[in-house]
């Protein structure tokens, strides 16, 4: 399968992390890529402001709880692939907002394949589900393919429809579409309602003098954490094969959220000393004995996945895909782009770089 300039992309979900990584590195192997915006009032366009200048790429306006916007769209580009990142993504808040979580992940999966059926565009487009580790909830590590999956939230249930939807459309009409199970990824870029930037945006602030402590939820939920830089690649390699298929992507290395803090805090020389257990522990500053780090129960999950180890044995094989960035390398790169960002470099192309 060639690749080229001739080829185009859409990318559900361009303006978050993946989806603004994915587009670089497709403009950079010369496609043309769409990328899919949700009308808002505000301007979320942070992270690919330096790709509107761009002529190979462009922005469309649809919505993935409203078929009707994405046929139009699929009719307007027939693109050659499609790649569906957009999702009502942070996992405690589809506690709170179960049904949107599942229009948005779930029925809006199934609406773009439904495109793809409808309007007769399975023998061109090639389809990617952004699929999560979430599904397999508590199933027993290391994760692969072949792992139960175990759905503990609202979010993973709404991702297992997608997941099984693929799968259904896949084998029934006959469309090229792969599920990328994709275990925990983050970069300089990482939404700051997420954990991992939580951590290193506070980690800044508290060198900086601008906030006391930080203030977290279960510091033993383990995670197998990775560069999204080495995952897009992932994303574009399943594609590239002649045979649709799901695959697993991951490290093969779990850390808990307290050795991501004091890997963090140790990036800018901090150790933690960490006293007490359960809610009661707290992370002091090993030198002045200032407390850092304290447990809020507020952020606990109704119900927690507590470790998530991927095997990405069958991508190693089949695709030739490895996770490139170690762990301490990957939260070097956030702690060192949030301290720029309190110095006044707050720019996300370089913090995209930085992602690259």
């Known amino acids: 399968m060639s690749v080229g300039a001739s080829r185009s992309a859409l990318v559900t979900g361009v303006t978050g992390q993946d989806g603004a990584l994915l587009a670089r590195f497709l403009l950079d192997k010369g496609y043309t890529v769409y990328g899919l915006q949700r ?102 590590a290391p994760q692969n393919e072949e792992t139960p999956l175990q759905p503990c939230s609202p979010y993973a249930t709404a991702k297992l429809f997608a997941y099984w939807t693929v799968r259904n459309y896949r084998e029934s009409y006959g469309i090229h ?10 970069s300089p870029v990482r939404g700051e309602e997420f954990v991992t930037r939580k951590i290193t945006k506070a980690v800044a602030a508290i060198e900086a003098g601008k906030q006391e402590c930080l203030s977290i939820g279960n510091l033993d939920s383990c995670r197998d954490w990775g560069h999204a830089r080495d995952y897009v690649e992932g994303m574009w390699m399943m594609l590239r094969q002649e045979e649709p298929d799901d695959y697993v992507l991951a490290t093969g290395k779990t850390y808990s959220v307290r050795e991501f803090v004091t890997a963090a805090f140790g990036c800018l020389g901090i150790q933690i000393d960490w006293r007490g257990s359960g809610t009661g522990e707290k992370g002091y500053h090993a030198r002045t004995g200032k407390l850092l780090v304290q447990v809020d129960p507020r952020f606990f999950r109704p119900n927690e996945v507590n470790h998530l180890l991927g095997d990405a044995s069958k991508a190693r094989r089949i695709l030739g895909w490895t996770a490139k960035t170690p762990f301490h390398m990957l939260v070097r790169d956030m702690v060192m782009a949030d301290r720029a960002a309190l110095r006044g470099n707050d720019d996300y192309d370089v913090f995209l770089e930085a992602a690259e």
């Not at 580009?77 to 709170?96: G, R, T």
């Not at 609406?111 to 508590?138: C, H, P, T, W």
């Not at 579409?177 to 983050?186: C, D, K, T």
Request: net charge negative; glycine share 8%.
């Open 177 to 186: 579409a792969s599920n990328g199970i994709l275990f925990n990824h983050e």
């Open 39 to 140: 009308y808002a009032a505000n301007d979320h366009t942070a992270r690919i402001k330096t790709l509107l200048s761009n002529p190979l790429f462009q922005l469309r306006y649809a919505d993935m709880t409203d078929g009707g916007s994405l046929f139009a769209l699929l009719q307007h580009l027939q693109p050659d692939e499609i790649y569906n990142l957009a999702a009502m993504s942070h996992v405690k808040v589809s506690f709170d907002m179960p049904e949107y979580a599942a229009n948005v992940d779930g029925l809006g999966t199934l609406r773009l394949l439904e495109g793809i059926r409808i309007l007769g565009l399975k023998d061109r487009v090639r389809f990617y589900q952004a699929s999560s580790s979430e599904m397999f909830g508590n199933a027993p």
